[in-house]
């Protein structure tokens, strides 16, 4: 499985982004697909999670705010954000990890559970 991120920028109190995650090498119906987000001396941060079936999961802090969706023809995994604030100042990436059945990755909120890593993108909130 490969992942390649993109979309991030320097945004804003208030604005938004999109990121993308271009992926390759699976199928949606058999992968967890995750965002993550890293600050420097932080650890990496489960953000929001999509299960094969379509449900989805958020971390506390961005529910709300941060929409995980999928578009399965494309093989691209997105992340809307909204009222972006200074604390949403990450890298921010994307992970996979291959189930064998719907329903669980909800629980896999820890990045030890994730194999395949993109490289990241950076987004940066200031005013």
């Known amino acids: 499985v490969q992942l390649v991120e993109s979309g991030g920028g320097l945004v804003q109190p208030g604005g938004s982004l999109r990121l993308s995650c271009a992926a390759s090498?699976?199928?949606?119906?058999?992968?967890?697909m995750a965002w993550f987000r890293q600050a420097p001396g932080k650890e990496r941060e489960r953000v929001a999670t999509i299960d094969t079936d379509g449900s989805t999961s958020y971390a506390d802090s961005v529910k709300g705010r941060f929409t995980i969706s999928q578009a399965n023809a494309k093989n691209t995994l997105y992340l809307q954000i909204n009222s972006l604030k200074p604390d949403d100042t990450a890298m921010y990436y994307c992970?996979?990890?291959?189930?064998?059945?719907?329903?669980?990755?909800?629980?896999?909120?820890?990045?030890?559970?994730?194999?395949?890593w993109g490289q990241g993108t950076q987004v940066t909130v200031t005013s």
């Open positions: 992970a996979a990890r291959r189930v064998f059945q719907p329903g669980v990755c909800w629980t896999y909120v820890s990045a030890h559970w994730y194999s395949n």
């Open positions: 090498g699976y199928s949606y119906s058999s992968y967890c």
